[in-house]
């Protein structure tokens, strides 16, 4: 994933509302043809992009903001999708439906919650196929 001391290529913050999802959506896939990704790696990632929202959006404390990192190399994206959670045992949920289609269609994801905050990380590569043969 991100180096924790690198800075984002691009950072978004939104409501932390399902409503601005497809704000988040539409800036991944933008972000993803700058870097030349596939038409079907840009609906991938637009898709495994609104699951790790899915994740981290119910676990959101009250007016709490939807903070989004994008770290950007030539071939990759990571996308980084996290909202404050005061919620003392948030764990994330690896058996969810959520869960298993971001593992499938990304090239790696992980879930971190601790010191007040919920965090999906998700990377594709370019040219990534999905869940191997």
């Known amino acids: 994933m991100s180096d924790p001391g690198q800075r984002a ?3 978004l913050r939104l ?3 399902g409503a ?3 704000v988040l959506r539409t800036t991944t896939a933008g972000l993803a043809a700058r870097l030349d990704f596939t038409m079907d790696d840009i609906e991938d990632l ?3 992009v609104g699951e790790a929202s899915a994740m981290v959006l119910p ?3 009250e007016a709490s903001d939807l903070l989004c990192q994008f770290y950007m190399r030539p071939g990759e994206l ?3 999708v996290g909202v404050s959670s005061s919620q003392a045992a948030v764990e994330p949920d690896y058996d969810s439906f959520a869960w298993q289609v971001l593992t499938t269609l ?3 994801a992980e879930a971190e919650a601790g010191s007040g905050r919920f965090t999906v990380s ?3 590569e370019s040219g990534h196929l999905g869940a191997e043969l």
């Open 9 to 11: 290529d691009v950072e």
């Open 15 to 17: 409501p932390a509302d």
């Open 20 to 22: 601005y999802v497809s």
């Open 46 to 48: 637009r898709i495994a």
């Open 59 to 61: 676990e959101a404390d």
């Open 78 to 80: 990571t996308v980084t």
């Open 106 to 108: 990304a090239t790696s």
């Open 122 to 124: 998700l990377t594709m």
